[in-house]
């Protein structure tokens, strides 16, 4: 299995971003994303059950960000609009075939595939 992120890049505050991890291999129950700024631990973004669309999101991607997946094409997304320069950061897609329940979605250990990051840097 193989997760490929795209869709990073440098935008002003206020700007918008969509991220792209396409999967290879075989289809998911589960998948989210998670960032990691410079000199602190990878945190939960947002998540997805693809059986349901259920989503979970972290406080600070309420309101902003936007979680989907595209089963066809087996691709998840994150929509990012009002980014902050509070957002830079790597940003991860993680998937594991097991569908979990929505408050183990925010969790690391829930996922066991990894995409290779894709930086976002939100600056003006």
């Known amino acids: 299995v193989q997760l490929q992120a795209c869709g990073g890049g440098l935008v002003q505050p206020g700007g918008s971003l969509r991220l792209s991890c396409a999967a290879s291999?075989?289809?998911?129950?589960?998948s989210g994303w998670f960032r990691q700024a410079p000199g602190k631990e990878r945190e939960f973004v947002a998540a997805?059950?693809?059986?349901?669309?259920?989503?979970n999101y972290a406080d600070s991607a309420k309101g902003r960000f936007t979680i989907s997946r595209d089963r066809a094409k087996n691709t998840m997304y994150l929509q990012m609009s009002s980014l902050k320069p509070e957002d830079t950061a790597v940003y991860y897609c993680?998937?594991?075939?097991?569908?979990?329940?929505?408050?183990?979605?925010?969790?690391?250990?829930?996922?066991?595939?990894w995409g290779q990051g894709t930086q976002v840097t939100v600056s003006s």
């Open positions: 291999g075989r289809p998911f129950g589960s």
């Open positions: 997805i059950r693809w059986a349901d669309s259920n989503t």
């Open positions: 993680a998937a594991d075939t097991r569908t979990w329940p929505s408050a183990t979605l925010r969790l690391l250990n829930a996922y066991t595939y």
